[in-house]
């Protein structure tokens, strides 16, 4: 059977990178099994996460960088035209992510860190970790 855990995480700026790496790390020390696969799943349709690297400055160039994918057209979502490059931009990088651990350690890279990626804040997100083999 799985394990699971709900987590909030505040955002303070309109676009944000949130390292949760040690949050994610500090879960998987309470988990029954010592090896499997966690789940990081955001249930919003305007932030998403992903793993990279957080250099100085990474971040930022990220954010700027998928602010720029974006074309200039008239969007049509009905209750904000000016929020639909939010939805599209988390759509794009996606609202799970899955990570192998052993040892209760996470298997990352050694510049790899997990990410929340807010495209609307500020606001409230919740994490929904998930531990199985």
């Known amino acids: 059977m799985a394990e699971m855990k709900i987590l909030a995480v505040e955002t303070r700026d309109k676009d944000q990178i949130i390292d949760i790496t040690d949050t994610v790390a500090r879960y998987l020390h309470d988990v029954q099994r010592?090896?499997?696969?966690?789940?990081?799943?955001?249930?919003?349709?305007?932030?998403?996460?992903?793993?990279?690297?957080?250099?100085?400055?990474?971040?930022?160039?990220?954010?700027?960088a998928l602010r720029r994918l974006l074309p200039s057209i008239r969007y049509r979502h009905p209750h904000d035209p000016a929020h639909?490059?939010?939805?599209?931009?988390?759509?794009?990088?996606?609202?799970?992510?899955?990570?192998?651990?052993?040892?209760?350690?996470l298997l990352l890279g050694t510049w790899q860190r997990l990410v929340l990626v807010e495209l609307d804040g500020p606001r409230r997100r919740t994490l929904h970790l998930t531990c199985f083999d």
């Open 34 to 64: 010592e090896s499997g696969l966690c789940t990081i799943f955001v249930p919003h349709t305007t932030c998403a996460v992903t793993a990279m690297d957080l250099d100085p400055g990474t971040d930022l160039d990220f954010l700027e």
């Open 84 to 105: 639909t490059p939010d939805h599209i931009l988390a759509t794009l990088i996606g609202p799970s992510l899955v990570v192998p651990y052993a040892q209760r350690r």
